[in-house]
């Protein structure tokens, strides 16, 4: 009986094979829930790597390579989606699914939905994974396991679609929310894009500081180095977060300056009380989270 | 031959048996480096708890304790350590070595010094080491292994002590380097000092966010856990690490907001280019301390 339910999915074409995409046909393979991975990306050398890995079965630099797709996983960065998903459109089959691991996806929808025919369905998603390497190479089974995985249907979503790729993820380890578009963008902009923003602009203003004749950076201990390693992420995806969700990271940083800007002034004040409050505050939450 | 270099301290007082004192007994006591180990607090469950763990031999909660040390070392929240100073100094013995690892050292050392008679030796000293867990407890051997710690002498340094506490910083598995008092507040500012700002800021600053009726900080993944890990750190200990560096804090905090006003004015102006550049800069020089 639990063979009739089996997920499976006959061929999945995966567009950009990094640690998203790549983590996604490796998470279904190991359960034995795709039968043929395609894989397609611009550049050559990150698709042998890929195939050399096991994480694709075939590669190619062109779309058309995903004619015989019944699911296909957009895994560039956010503001490519709109032009692969037009170069896509006219090969796909009728009854395909399209679906993307963007990390905005108000943008994405908007520049995705209007290149797609009738008879093939898109199903916006964001898996809330991923570390601050990239590339093939990064690619690991287990990335989306324990994770949460937000798909954004719209109005224009079909249903068997949406479960499908429900389902899908489900397999590759991750607890599916389904959520409004508007409120994924606002809770994503505060919870990755901002710390984002502040560990890039963190790094930047230490290792800019020249007072002294060597880079202090080296002085840097471990507290320094775990909170700054997502300053090492891939600068082309984060150039194109921030740009694609830039209404609600602005609302953000906003806020996060107020914040610190508070701080600041309890510094100057040495008000002990207000800073021993402030950072109790701080780890009271953060202990919550552990 | 090697026995007669052989590093030694007949009695350790530790005042404040917490990650950063009890670690120090701990890694001495593991290569037979030091005789007995008294260890002094206010909190008697935790001196209690060192004595457990074996990471002290004897407790008090009296500074009177450490008359007999030969070296003293001041463990307790910055802003604490001249109170201390003058308590224990009526105590201790002719000779009796005093050092500190305190995370700013000319608050510190002004505070200190002046309660202290001839006979003792006062050392300025900050192991930079630490996690964001606190008490005996969190107490381990290694804690110090490879890590800097920094030693910052004054004029009125006795070179023999200087000598002793670099020894026994080395023998506890540490690089030690020496350094200007100034040098070292600034550049704990900008590397362990203004990262617990932000860290707190951003937590607290996501924390407060409040246009959806749950906690949106339940949506984090790894990296908002990583990158706020510090936000856990003991209030007390940063509220009086703020209050005691202020000037060199307050500097850094204006240099992050700059750069912080900056990127945020690139994502206004939707300057991909720029932006691009902001996050290849900060990743580059994160790599290099990788």
Redesign the interface.
Same mark, same amino acid.
């Given at each position: 009986m639990a063979a009739v339910n089996k997920f499976y999915i006959p061929e999945l074409a995966v567009v950009g094979v990094g640690l998203i995409g790549g983590s996604l046909a490796l998470a279904l393979k190991a359960v034995g829930a795709v039968g043929r991975v395609v894989g397609i990306g611009r550049g050559r050398a990150n698709l042998e790597t890929a195939l050399e890995l096991g994480i694709v079965d075939t590669i190619s630099t062109e779309l058309g390579a995903a004619s015989n797709s019944d699911v296909v996983f957009l895994a560039t960065p956010v503001l490519s989606l709109g032009e692969v998903a037009a170069g896509l459109a006219p090969h796909l089959k009728s009854g395909a699914i399209l679906t993307d691991g963007g990390s905005v996806k108000a943008e994405v929808v908007h520049a995705v939905e209007p290149h797609l025919p009738a008879h093939v369905h898109f199903v916006p998603g964001h898996p809330?994974?991923?570390?601050?390497k990239s590339g093939a190479e990064a690619a690991f089974a287990s990335l989306y396991q324990g994770?949460?995985c937000i798909l954004t249907p719209t109005d224009e979503t079909d249903p068997a679609a949406l479960e499908l790729v429900r389902r899908m993820w489900q397999v590759a380890g991750s607890e599916v929310v389904l959520m409004d578009i508007e409120?994924h963008d606002?809770?994503?902009a505060?919870?990755?894009h901002?710390?984002?923003?502040?560990?890039?602009? +963190?790094?930047?203003?230490?290792?800019?500081?020249d007072?002294?004749e060597e880079?202090?950076?080296?002085?840097?201990?471990?507290?320094?180095?775990?909170?700054?390693?997502?300053?090492?992420?891939?600068?082309?995806m984060?150039?194109d977060i921030?740009?694609g969700n830039?209404e609600a +990271?602005?609302e953000?940083?906003? +806020?996060?300056?107020?914040?610190?800007?508070e701080?600041?002034e309890?510094?100057?004040s040495?008000d002990?009380r207000k800073?021993?409050?402030?950072?109790?505050?701080?780890?009271k939450?953060?202990?919550?989270? +552990?």
């Open positions: 809330i994974a991923g570390t601050e994770r949460r409120k606002r809770i994503l505060a919870i990755s901002l710390p984002h923003m502040v560990a890039y602009s +963190l790094v930047n203003a230490v290792g800019s500081y007072r002294y880079n202090i950076l080296d002085y840097s201990a471990g507290g320094f180095r775990d909170f700054t390693r997502i300053a090492s992420s891939d600068p082309s984060w150039r921030a740009l830039r +990271l602005l953000m940083m906003e +806020l996060f300056e107020k914040f610190f800007a701080l600041k309890d510094v100057r040495g002990g800073l021993h409050d402030f950072f109790l505050c701080s780890k939450s953060r202990d919550a989270i +552990l």
